[in-house]
C-alpha cells in the first residue's frame, strides 16, 4: 500500500448548496472573524467583550453616534449602488472616487455662484442634477476609449481620479478659494445644504430610493438585461444583435451620474463645502460593499451598515478605551478577509486524507467484527 | 504473443458533487492490444482516462499498473507509471520546434543537446512510421502534424499505455487511416492503446477490445470480432436504435442565399474565407464538410454578419420581395430578415447562450427587445423554455437553473430548440449535435429535416463524413477557406469527400 501519494487535501467542486447552509457558513465566518478579532484584543490587554460592547454602543447606542454612523453608510452605499451595474458588465471601474469629485465640483459650483439667485429647493435640484452629470461625464470618457480602442478601463479610470481630485486642489487655492491664502473653499450658503430629515442629512432618503431603483433596474429592465448579457460574453451580446459600445457608454454614464450624485450629496449634505478629499476613500471602500454583496442592491443595505458601524465603532474605541485606531483596522480586515474567503468554501469543499483513511478503516474493523 | 496485464481499474468511482461521473468501473487492458473506450458524451470516459492520467484523483477503487496497485496523483506520477494521455485540445507551444516542445517541461539532469534531441525524435519516428521534421516550428504544421508532435512527446517520455481522448475528430479520413497505422504499429511493439471514441466504425477497423460505458456505469467488454456497429449501439445507448436518416425531397426548391466571391480576414489579417460562392437553396440541407478551421466558422458569421466581409456579395432572397445584400448589415437586421444562426462553436456558452443564465434568460435573448416598455418580458420566453425542456427532454431541474452547469448535450439543445423556434427562413447550425447522445443527435437530424421540408434553407456544418452523407441534399467542401467542392450528396462517396477536403481547388462535381 503506498497511501504516500495520496494528496492530503484534495478539491471538489461543490453543487449548489442548500440556501440555509450558505448561511450558516456566511454567519460562522463572522463570528469566527470576531473571534479572531477577540485574540488581537486580548493580546494589547483590553476585554475583547468590553470592546465590541463599545464598538456597538459607539456606533448605534445613542441617537448622536447613530446619526454619525448613518452619515458614513449613506456615501458607501450609494456609490456601490454606482459601480454594481458597471461591474456585473465586467467592466472594472475603480475611478468612483474621481466621479464623485467629479459630481461634488459641479454641485459647488451652483452652491457658491447661485445660492443668491434661488430658494432652496431649485437650487439643490439643479445641485445634484449638475453632480449626476459631471459624474456621468467623468465616467464616459474611459467608457468612450474602451468601447472605440479598447483601451484598459481599469487603469483609466484610476488615472481620472487624479485628475479630478488635482482640479479641486486647484480650486481651492485659486479661484474659488474663501479667505485669502487659506487654501479652503468657503462653506455653501444655508439654502445650498441639504435639509435634514431625523437629524441626518436627507442623502439617506435619496439613496434608499436608489436602492429600490438599481434593483429594479438590474432585475426588470431590458438594460439590465443587456448588462448581464455582455457581463456574460461579449461575443453572445454581440450575436443578440446588442451594440456593446454603446451599452457599455451608457452604463458607465448612469454609474458615474449616481456617484456624482453621492458627491453631491457629500459635499452638501455632509461637508456643507468642498474639499479635495471629498471623496475621503468611498469610491474604493464601496467596491468591497458591492462584491460583499454580490451586487444585490438590498445586501448592499446591510453591508455598507456593517462597514459603517465598524468605522464609528473604532473611533468610540479610541477615544474610550484608548485602543489605537490601527487595531480596528485590522479587526475590520480580518472581518472582511473571512467573509470573502467563506466563499471559498461554498463553491468549493475540501477532502482530507486522514478522514477517508479513518473511514476506511472504520469500515474495515466493522467488516472484521461481522466476520468474527 | 503473451498477455502482459498493462493496467487494470477495480471499482473506480468518481463523484463530482452529486454527479457520479464514474461508478464503480472495472475495466482491464494488456500489452499488445488497442481497447475502444466507446460510449456517448457525458458517459464518464473522459473522466475515467483523467483519472488514469493524474488529472483527477478517484474516490473509490484502485489501478493496478503491470499488476502492482499504484497511486497517480498528478500527470508526473503518471508519466512514472508510463502512462501517457494525448488529449482533445493540443498543449504545444506555437514557436517553438516539435523537438524543443517534446522536451519541454522534462526535468533531466544532462544538458539539453537539441541535435541529441533531434536524433532522438526521428529515431521514434522511424521506428513507429510517423512523418514529421523536429527542426519544423508548431505554427507551420497541420493539426494532423500537431497531434503526432503529441504523441511523440508521450512516447518520448517512455509511456507505454498510451491514451487517445478522440484522436480522429479534427483528421480527414486520409489522415485518420495513417494514423490507424502508426498506432498498430505501436501495439505489434507491445505498447496498451486506449482510444477514446464514439465513431463506431473507427472502433470495429482499429480495436482488439471495446469496453462501453453508459451514463457513468461500466456496461461490458467486448472482442471487437465478436460483435458489430449494432450491437454496440445498443450497449451504449442501453436500447435498440435505429441508425437510419429519412432523407426526403422538397418538391421546389428555390434560390435563398446566394454568395459570391466571399473573402474575409480574421483579426490577425490572415485570409480565412478566400472567393467562396454558392448558392443556399429554401428546402434543402447543404453540409459544410471540410477539417476543423477551414472557415466554417467564418463562413457562418459572415453571413450572419458577425464577421466583416472584405470582399464579395451574399444576397438574400426572401419570399415575394428583392433580393438584398446581406453584407454590411448589423446582426439585428440580418436576423430580423429571417436568418438564423444556431451557431455551436467549439467553446458552447462562447456565444449564443449565457452561461449564468437559466433557459428563460437564454429564450430572451432572441426577444428582450420586443415591445415598446423598458421592462423585459419574461412571460414568452418562459413558456417557450418550458416547451422546449419537455418537447428536447433537456434535463435541468427548472427554467431557472444556470446553462453553464447543465451537461452539454444539453446546453447544444437549448440553442438549436430555440434557433428552431424563432421560424427562421435560413437555419445555419455548426457542429449541431456535438456533445449529444445518439437519440437526441436524431432528433436534431429529424427537426432539421422538418425545417427543410417546410421549404426553409438549411445550412449544415458538420464534422461527421457517414452523417453528412446521410442528412444532407448537396455538401460543399471547404479546405482552407477555398471552395474545393459541390457534391451531391445521394451520389458522392466519402473517399471523394475527403479528397476534396485536402485538396484546394477542386472541380465542382454535377
Known sequence: ?372 | METVCAIELKNITKRFGSVVANDGINLSLNRGEILSLLGENGSGKTTLMNMLSGIYYPDEGEICVGGEKVTISSPKDAFRYGIGMIHQHYKLVDVFTAAENIVLGLDDEEKLDMNQTNAKVRAICEKYGFDIDPTKKIYDMSVSQKQTVEIIKVLYRGADILILDEPTAVLTPQETDKLFAVLRNMRADGKAIVIITHKLHEVMALSDKVAVLRKGKYIGTVNTAETNPQALTDMMVGHTVTLNIDRPTYEKPVPRLSLSGVSCFDAEGVKRLDDVSFTAMGGEILGIAGVAGSGQRELLECIAGLHPVSSGSIMYTPDEAAPSDLVGKSPMQIRKSGVAMAFVPEDRLGMGLVGSMGMTGNMMLRSWRKGKSIFVNRKDPNKLANQIWHDLEVVTPSTEFPVRRMSGGNVQKVLVGREIASAPSVLMTAYAVRGLDINTSYTIYNLLTEQKMQGVAVVYVGEDLDVLLELCDRILVLCGGKVSGIVDARTTTKEEVGLLMTRVGGKEAE
Open chain 1, 1 to 372: 500500500m503506498n497511501k504516500k501519494h495520496e494528496p492530503l487535501i484534495r478539491l471538489a467542486k461543490r453543487e449548489m448548496m442548500p440556501k440555509g447552509q450558505v448561511w450558516a457558513i456566511r454567519i460562522g465566518s463572522i463570528l469566527l472573524a470576531l473571534l479572531l478579532g477577540g485574540f488581537i484584543l486580548m493580546a494589547i490587554g483590553v476585554n475583547p467583550i468590553e470592546a465590541y460592547g463599545t464598538i456597538i454602543s459607539g456606533s448605534l447606542g445613542k441617537k448622536t453616534a447613530l446619526r454619525q454612523t448613518a452619515k458614513i453608510a449613506v456615501p458607501l452605499l450609494g456609490c456601490a449602488l454606482a459601480i454594481a451595474p458597471c461591474f456585473k458588465m465586467r467592466f472594472w471601474n475603480i475611478g468612483a472616487e474621481g466621479q464623485i469629485t467629479a459630481g461634488a465640483i459641479a454641485a459647488s459650483y451652483f452652491a457658491l455662484y447661485w445660492a443668491d439667485k434661488l430658494p432652496a429647493l431649485p437650487l439643490l435640484v439643479i445641485m445634484g442634477a449638475a453632480g449626476a452629470i459631471a459624474g456621468g461625464i467623468w465616467a464616459l470618457i474611459p467608457a468612450f476609449f474602451k468601447a472605440k480602442w479598447n483601451t484598459n478601463e481599469t487603469l483609466f479610470t484610476l488615472m481620472m481620479n487624479y485628475i479630478v481630485i488635482g482640479i479641486v486642489r486647484w480650486l481651492e487655492g485659486g479661484p474659488w478659494e474663501g479667505r485669502k491664502g487659506s487654501q479652503v473653499i468657503p462653506q455653501f450658503a444655508e439654502n445650498a445644504c441639504l435639509p435634514r430629515v431625523l437629524g441626518v442629512h436627507c442623502g439617506w432618503i435619496i439613496v434608499l430610493i436608489l436602492v429600490v431603483l438599481m434593483h429594479i433596474y438590474m432585475r426588470h429592465t431590458k438594460h439590465g438585461y443587456e448588462i448581464a448579457v455582455i457581463g456574460d460574453s461579449i461575443n453572445t451580446a454581440r450575436y443578440a444583435g446588442m451594440n456593446v459600445g454603446r451599452i457599455m457608454m451608457r452604463t458607465m454614464f448612469i454609474s458615474g451620474a449616481i456617484s456624482g450624485l453621492v458627491g453631491f450629496i457629500v459635499a452638501s449634505g455632509a461637508n456643507g463645502t468642498l474639499y479635495h478629499g471629498v471623496a475621503d476613500g468611498v469610491g474604493f471602500t464601496s467596491i468591497t460593499v458591492a462584491w460583499l454583496a454580490q451586487l444585490n442592491a438590498f445586501a448592499m443595505v446591510a453591508i455598507s451598515g456593517l462597514l459603517a458601524v465598524l468605522t464609528k465603532g473604532a473611533e468610540t474605541l479610541q477615544t474610550r478605551l484608548a485602543v489605537p485606531a490601527s487595531i480596528s483596522e485590522i479587526i475590520t480586515g480580518i472581518l472582511l478577509f473571512c467573509m470573502l474567503g467563506c466563499e471559498f468554501f461554498i463553491n468549493f469543499r475540501l477532502i482530507l486524507r486522514a478522514k477517508k483513511q479513518q473511514k476506511e478503516a472504520a469500515a474495515e474493523g466493522k467488516e472484521a467484527n461481522e466476520n468474527a
